[in-house]
């Protein structure tokens, strides 16, 4: 007999979205701050990195209703890089005002013109690799601009069906424009390769998040509809959502298309394997949201306005996630799988060996049984205090009464130290395998600095950090507790 596997080590890490990187521009991205931030991680002990989907996004610029299920967000892309990578310094001062969408066009005008015929084979392979979902993504950014940004169901029905007239005609037009979106994609998906192998040599791996469903006005849906319960038109028949429950007595209406199952199955789920494939060129680690999703879905009729009239409809998931194992073979994937959930969908995260998620916040609102407190968790789990959905730590421990304080405190010992340290500390201590903690809850913050609340659409998504934010201290303080509870191992990469 060979060797016993060794046993999966012990991880911690910090979740915060890249947006949320300090610097100059509207929004965080990929260059120094992200490097600097990979450095605090490892200095701090920590071996994960976990950043939310990170496609471009609507104007509600919530990472979960992405323009594509592939691309990259363009305004994540580094700007200063971009100058040191492409330009020459004597144009910098003109080049760096630019809003990013001309600059990102002017850099490929000027790459354009350029002989450099090492990068232009790079840019031909990047294109030629992607090729399955980068010209779709192209042609879809350039009608959308064409349109003013209307939702492709919109347009003139030659472009919204996708006739081979109007897109060879488009090709022609538009080829210039087409070009630097590709463009745009190659920069992206070069700078986060940067990043990427930066955090792995220093030990850091990166978990990625994947939302189980796509936006309805994305190129994913517009490329291919057949994979999508959608009328002649491209309108949604029925939509995504969750039933009415302790948190809405309505329940949740998301809007999102709901795929084709039986489209999908008769295909082989090639869909799926080219999502998947694609992740792992992103990420180390990859969190799949509303995992319940692939045992079976809430089925919404379109012209529903709440969620109270849906039904659950079963998914062919066992069968999907066979034919990725076959393909992949381990599957490094971490399940969402919170609310109420059935034996059923245990079942299929067990079959296939992924972690399912616990949330601290959530421990202490019932009984000893609460499978949120410590006390009941496994190790086949991610830990954490809360997610980008919650409040910060500090803000929900003083949203609670003092009966429910008090609670709190009782279970953790009676903690000299103040909120959020002593659950931060409960996260670590668990047996749980991974721990994670939001950034916000390590800085100690309230709930001014909270990053989404779902079912509202204003001021999300635009919480930034700054480095003088960080406590002194604050790395030692981490990598203590990381090596105080088996966490401080950096795992092989």
């Known amino acids: 007999m060979g060797n016993p596997a060794p046993a999966q080590k012990r991880e911690a890490g910090i979740l915060l979205h890249p947006t949320s990187l300090p610097g100059d521009g509207p929004s ?43 691309a990259g967000s363009p305004e994540l892309i580094g700007r200063t890089w971009l100058l040191q990578q492409w330009w020459p310094e004597g144009e910098w001062e003109r080049l760096v005002a630019l809003p ?33 979902w980068l010209e779709d993504y192209a042609l879809f950014r350039v009608l959308k601009r064409r349109f003013s940004q ?3 169901v919109e347009w003139p029905a030659r472009y919204r069906d996708r006739l081979p007239g109007a897109m060879e005609e488009l090709r022609l037009s538009e080829s210039r424009m087409l070009g630097s ?37 994305s190129a994913d849906v517009w490329a291919c509809p057949d994979a999508f319960e959608l009328d002649a038109a491209g309108h949604a028949t029925v939509v995504a959502g969750v039933p009415p429950d302790y948190f809405s007595e309505t329940g949740q209406r998301w809007g999102n298309p709901l795929y084709d199952w039986d489209w999908m199955e008769a295909d082989g789920f090639q869909w799926w394997h080219r999502r998947i494939a694609h992740k792992w060129h992103l990420y180390d680690l990859l969190r799949i949201d509303h995992f319940r999703g692939f045992e079976a879905c809430w089925e919404i009729p379109a012209h529903e ?42 079942a299929l995260r067990k079959k296939y060996g992924f972690p399912g998620m616990l949330i601290l916040q959530f421990a202490f609102d019932s009984g000893q049984d609460n499978p949120y407190l410590p006390h009941n968790h496994t190790e086949d789990s991610i830990v954490y205090t809360g997610t980008h959905d919650n409040d910060t730590t500090l803000g929900w421990y003083r949203s609670l009464s003092s009966e429910q304080r008090q609670r709190v405190l ?6 000299g130290e103040p909120m959020p340290w002593p659950l931060i500390e409960a996260a670590y201590a668990s047996i749980a395998r991974q721990a994670i903690i939001p950034l916000q809850d390590a800085l100690a913050l309230d709930s001014e600095h909270r990053l989404n609340t779902p079912g509202t659409t204003e001021g999300n998504w635009r919480w930034r ?22 966490r401080d191992a950096a795992p092989g990469i």
């Open 181 to 217: 979106y590709r463009f745009e994609q190659y920069l992206f998906f070069s700078q986060w390769q940067r990043i990427k192998a930066y955090a792995n040599d220093r030990g850091v791996r990166i978990l990625g998040d994947m939302p189980i469903f796509v936006s309805h006005d």
């Open 100 to 132: 990013g969408e001309e600059l990102l066009e002017q850099t490929y005008e000027h790459f354009s013109g350029q002989r450099d015929d090492e990068q232009h084979r790079a840019f031909g392979g990047f294109c030629r690799e992607h090729a399955h």
């Open 410 to 415: 009782a279970y953790l010992g009676m903690p």
């Open 28 to 70: 965080g991205e990929l260059g120094e701050e992200a490097l600097r931030f990979i450095d605090f991680l490892a200095a701090a002990g920590q071996s994960l990195w976990q950043v939310l989907p990170l496609g471009p996004v609507h104007e509600d610029r919530s990472p979960y209703q992405s323009l594509s299920a592939f």
């Open 305 to 346: 306005e709440t969620a109270v009239n849906g039904r659950w409809v079963k998914v062919p998931g066992d069968e999907m996630f066979a034919s990725l194992a076959a393909r992949f073979g381990t599957l490094p994937i971490i399940a969402e799988d919170l609310g109420i959930i059935t034996d059923e969908v245990r």
């Open 465 to 486: 950090f700054q480095w003088e934010a960080l406590p002194d201290g604050l790395a030692e303080r981490l990598a203590g507790l990381a090596a105080r509870y088996g």
């Open 150 to 152: 209307r939702s492709w």
